[in-house]
């Protein structure tokens, strides 16, 4: 898919705005990010973020912001104002690292009253954003204190990672940072990809340090707010990129993850 490519769907998703969180120095995957940030490492070819804004467009999400701070001129330089990319990038820049939180509070203003996707820059994904927008959707409107839905996903590392409990109804009731083995209850966790309501964004602190798994999802289940989570698909391909060990495999299966679902498609639109 070429960066001019239209997208599939124009007008699904079109009052829906997204923030890419791209403003880590990428440190683990050095000496790769000394002259990039991290999610412009190449992957197949190609810089991580270029997928991410395509993934974005191609799911009807054309308004994007980007935020930046270790080598910003690198992204800067090459998506300017996304015109190439058909999407407009609204940069947000930061002196000192907000986190990721932090971050979506910054562009409050930009983002207005619409539902806001947050991307973690160093997550490769074609998770179905059509089926997670409609699921935060449905659970808004039969939950009225819905803040936020999650996309969740198993992982083989539970005691690696911060996990996420939910009740029978999808609400999450638990985190849990980095358990110990006895401690695991569950091997879900946040897949990086989340959708906020625009409310949501005014409980956290401006102009400070937060982060979502540490700070805010805690916050605002004690603030009497929901949080929902969404598996992903088993068929989904996602996979944090943010080790050496994972930069690798992430080039060994991505084109030929593509081209096996390309491949799918064509065969079942032939039926």
Request: net charge negative.
């Amino acid at each position: 898919m070429s960066p001019s490519s239209p997208p599939y769907n124009e007008r699904r998703n079109s009052n829906v705005c997204a923030l890419i969180l791209a403003a880590g120095e990428g440190t683990r995957l050095r000496p790769l990010t000394l002259e990039r940030p991290k999610p412009m490492v190449p992957i197949a070819g190609r810089p991580l973020l270029d997928y991410t804004v395509t993934w974005l467009r191609d799911h009807g999400i054309t308004d994007i912001a980007i935020n930046l701070h270790y080598k910003p001129e690198v992204i800067v330089q090459h998506f300017g104002d996304g015109s190439t990319f058909g999407v407009q990038i609204h940069y947000s820049h930061e002196p000192r690292i907000l986190g990721t939180a932090g971050a979506a509070r910054k562009i409050r203003p930009w983002v207005d009253e619409r539902p806001l996707i947050v991307v973690y820059g160093d997550v490769l994904t074609d998770l179905d954003l059509h089926a997670l927008l409609d699921y935060h959707a449905q659970m808004s409107e039969r939950d009225p204190v819905t803040a936020v839905t999650m996309s969740l996903y198993h992982v083989p590392n539970p005691t690696e990672v911060g996990l996420v409990g939910m009740d029978d109804t999808g609400r999450v009731n638990r985190f849990l940072e980095k358990p110990k083995p006895s401690e695991v209850f569950t091997d879900l966790a946040n897949a990086g990809v989340l959708v906020l309501q625009p409310d949501a964004l005014e409980l956290i602190p401006e102009d400070t340090f937060c982060d979502f798994g540490m700070h805010i999802f805690p916050m605002l289940l004690q603030a009497g707010l929901s949080i929902y989570g969404w598996v992903i698909p088993e068929d989904t391909y996602l996979l944090d990129i943010g080790s050496p060990e994972k930069y690798a495999q992430a080039n060994r299966e991505w084109q030929e993850h593509l081209r096996r679902k390309t491949n799918v498609q064509h065969a079942t639109a032939q039926f």
